[in-house]
């Protein structure tokens, strides 16, 4: 293992014992304790790299190390530190982390930028906290807008604006947004969270396209009652009614024309929770993904449809709303083939990919030429504590990147 892969894997291990879980479990939720912790560690480290520090009014963190001719756009890597509920320790982390390795490396082979690079930590790029995912690049590119960020609301009804100042974050969130161009390009290392590079034993994946996605909240309200007492001709039971939407979105995406669309009913909530009770109030969020924004816009449309009659037919009131509704990114030709150089070079077998998770980099796409550089992962295993990727793979990716930040930073 080479020093600078004995280190990154060092560095990773550290930062996953900062988690509000037991390890291994990793969870660091959005300006969660352990968040703040975990963006402490990155931010010391990046210190004591010699770059220059700033934060956004949402928390984005920016680490630059400064080129000599600091008029020109620069060239920006990163990824984010925040973790969902039962996580491991490589997703995202790889990126933050691996960006700082690539910086150091190019320190120590005495390489001079003539555009600076900047590491970026993204704010909240899971949808944990506010159930909408990207936070942090939605507010940067735009696509998400102050008004609409100050609305959200965490499951207990506490908003943006109360959690960002727990989190230390001052000024308003019209500061936040990037100018177009502002970057000359952005690239981010990450684990595939697919099986596919592992699967065909190559080291290295270069993001071509990355999947639309989008999320529907449901609240539905029936009526409860005591289990024994209320009869069924009369139940408006809001669980039966989720079910069936659950079962509306299998159903939708199983039927859909495009082998890329996959639909996740990954939030199930009831109330009262009691056994001997008849469930009277139940929240869904829904997650619908596709290359193709026709299919999966199609998908949308049956499953709104269905949930409707669905509450119409077992009388429960309804209150549902689209989250977010995200078109594909496709990634900039000329930076793919610059890492597909890159990886040639460097003697490691690439191929191109299309990213079915969505990234950061589906809004940076907005902001700046963008591609993302894949590293295989155990059995495609993410989103969960066996989440894997080896020393050796990282490094290859690490250096993949390496080789493309020093080719975008010396023009």
């Known amino acids: 293992m080479s020093a600078m892969a004995k280190r990154l894997q060092q560095q990773i291990d550290e930062l996953a014992l900062i988690t509000e879980a037991e390890p291994p479990v990793v969870t660091r939720v959005l300006f969660s304790e352990a968040d703040l912790r975990g963006r402490a560690f990155v931010t010391q480290l990046c210190r004591e790299a010699g770059l220059e520090l700033r934060k956004d009014a949402v928390g984005n963190i920016f680490a630059r190390w400064t080129g000599s001719d600091p008029t020109l756009p620069p060239i920006a890597t990163g990824s984010h530190i925040d973790a969902i509920p039962n996580a491991g320790k490589f997703d995202g982390v790889v990126g933050v982390l691996g960006g700082l390795e690539a910086i150091r490396t190019l320190q120590a082979a005495g390489f001079k930028p003539r555009r600076s690079i900047e590491l970026i930590v993204f704010t909240s790029e899971e949808p944990t906290r506010f159930g909408i995912g990207c936070l942090g690049s939605r507010l940067l590119s735009g696509v998400l807008s102050p008004d609409q960020a100050a609305r959200l609301r965490d499951p207990e009804g506490r908003d943006l604006e109360s959690w960002r100042k727990q989190g230390g974050c001052t000024g308003q969130l019209d500061s936040v947004r990037l100018p177009v161009d502002c970057y000359a ?67 939708a995406v199983t039927s859909s024309s495009s082998p890329d669309t996959v639909g996740t009913t990954g939030v199930f909530r009831i109330e009262p929770g009691a056994v001997n009770s008849v469930p009277c109030r139940a929240w869904l969020e829904i997650d619908l993904r596709d290359t193709r924004v026709e299919t999966r816009d199609d998908c949308l449309h049956q499953i709104e449809a269905a949930t409707r009659e669905i509450c119409t037919r077992r009388n429960i009131e309804l209150a549902m709303e689209r989250l977010n509704v995200d078109p594909p990114a496709v990634c900039d030709t000329q930076l793919v083939e610059i890492a597909l150089g890159a990886a040639r070079k460097l003697k490691h077998s690439a191929k191109r990919m299309i990213s079915r998770a969505y990234h950061d980099s589906l809004f940076m796409a907005q902001v700046c030429p963008t591609t993302m550089i894949f590293i295989p992962c155990f059995r495609g295993y993410s989103h969960r504590p066996d989440e894997f ?23």
Not at 244 to 249: C, D, F
Not at 390 to 410: F, H, I, R
């Open 389 to 411: 990727s080896s020393p050796e793979q990282m490094q290859k990716g690490v250096e993949v990147l390496t080789e493309t930040l020093k080719d975008l930073a010396g023009h």
């Open 185 to 251: 390009a952005f690239v981010e290392l990450h684990i595939e969270q697919g099986p596919i590079l592992e699967a065909e034993k190559v080291d290295i994946g270069i993001v071509e396209r990355i999947a639309a996605p989008s999320t529907l909240r449901v609240r539905l309200t029936g009526s409860g009652g005591h289990a024994g007492a209320t009869l069924m001709p009369g139940r408006r039971d809001a669980l039966l009614a989720g079910a069936e939407i659950a079962l509306a979105v299998e159903h």
